[in-house]
């Protein structure tokens, strides 16, 4: 079984700024994959960036990165140069060889002015 | 526009009934998964398709079904529905179900359950 945690409900940002999401995982498997999605007030589901657990080198994608520390089991998502469009809820997924995803709880990104 | 079709987009029925949501995977796309997101929660994952075989199971109530048909549409079925089902319905699609494979959703069904 796996889990995904996320351990901040809410969080927020001046515009410009950078902030970093949390989360930890827990999975048995050894070849899995990890993925932060965007869920923006339409509640479409967006992927954000994706990261292979067998690389060592951190994803990036534009302003959003991630910092995956594999033995301590983390992926925080940063974001620079925040804008008013990053404001969503955020959600750090797990997936294994069988490709089912398993999701945190979302982080609520708000955007300050 | 991710590609994935769900309709419908929104539906309000009484408990005790029955609902189809349907979705239209991207072009290509062989597998399908179906999610749950009830208000203030995370996605549970509740069963997954690959070329109209059933791959893997989550968390689905034995009161619900799902099936993906030949042309690689998939159906979700909720039957005796109780309040505690109102959620968004999720739909989405990858190539295949290989390890990796970036899955892709749809816009949701949102089912009310009054």
């Known amino acids: 079984a796996q889990t995904v945690t996320q351990s901040q409900p809410e969080m927020s940002v001046q515009e410009a700024e950078t902030v970093t999401l949390s989360c930890t995982y827990d999975?048995?498997?050894?070849?899995?994959?990890l993925f932060w999605y965007k869920q923006p007030p339409s509640r479409q589901m967006i992927l954000v960036i994706r990261?292979?657990?067998?690389?060592?080198q951190n994803a990036t994608e534009n302003r959003f990165s991630v910092n995956f520390q594999k033995a301590a089991k983390s992926f925080s998502l940063k974001i620079s140069d925040s804008q008013l469009g990053d404001a969503a809820m955020y959600f750090c997924a797990c997936s294994n060889t069988g490709n089912q995803f398993y999701f945190g709880t979302g982080t609520s990104l708000t955007v300050i002015p | 526009d991710s590609g994935v079709t769900q309709t419908p987009k929104h539906l309000i029925t009484a408990t005790g009934q029955r609902v189809t949501l349907r979705c239209s995977p991207r072009?290509?796309?062989?597998?399908v998964y179906w999610y749950q997101q009830s208000l203030d929660q995370g996605l549970q994952f509740l069963i997954q398709y690959y070329n109209g075989e059933e791959r893997a199971k989550g968390n689905i109530l034995e009161r619900f079904s799902a099936q993906q048909f030949p042309d690689l549409h998939s159906e979700l079925n909720l039957s005796s529905l109780e309040l505690g089902d109102s959620a968004l319905y999720f739909c989405a699609s990858s190539v295949t179900g290989s390890p990796g494979n970036t899955i892709y959703f749809g816009e949701g069904s949102w089912l009310t359950v009054v």
């Open positions: 990261q292979e657990a067998y690389k060592q």
């Open positions: 999975t048995s498997e050894s070849d899995y994959y």
């Open positions: 072009s290509g796309d062989l597998s």
